[in-house]
């Protein structure tokens, strides 16, 4: 499973920004797709995630500012995140957890940089 983000950038306080992530491969046993975030010298954090059948998850924290989706293709999920802040800046991933039958597996994207600043 290979994953590709895009959609990041810089941003003003208050901005939104929608960030796109297309997974390729062997998607069948692909359970969840999400994002995840993470800032110099912190672990990387939950941010939401969507299951194959379009269960959502978005952390407490995040709740009415980010949303997350999915194409009809489960292949793409999007980030939409709104009235963005300074504490939204860091790197956002694309995480891919997947079961082949054999074993549990996660894959990561490259990342995507969210900066919030003024």
């Known amino acids: 499973v290979q994953l590709v983000e895009s959609g990041g950038g810089s941003v003003q306080p208050g901005g939104s920004l929608r960030l796109s992530c297309v997974a390729s491969g062997t998607l069948s046993g692909v359970n969840t797709l999400g994002w995840y975030r993470q800032t110099p010298g912190k672990e990387r954090e939950l941010v939401a995630d969507?299951?194959?059948?379009?269960?959502?998850t978005v952390v407490d924290s995040l709740k009415g500012r980010f949303t997350i989706s999915g194409n009809n293709a489960k292949d793409t999920v999007y980030l939409q995140m709104n009235s963005l802040k300074p504490e939204d800046t860091a790197v956002y991933y694309c995480?891919?957890?997947?079961?082949?039958?054999?074993?549990?597996?996660?894959?990561w994207g490259q990342g995507t940089q969210v900066t919030v600043s003024s």
């Open positions: 995480r891919a957890d997947v079961y082949d039958h054999v074993e549990f597996k996660i894959y």
């Open positions: 969507i299951t194959k059948v379009g269960t959502t």
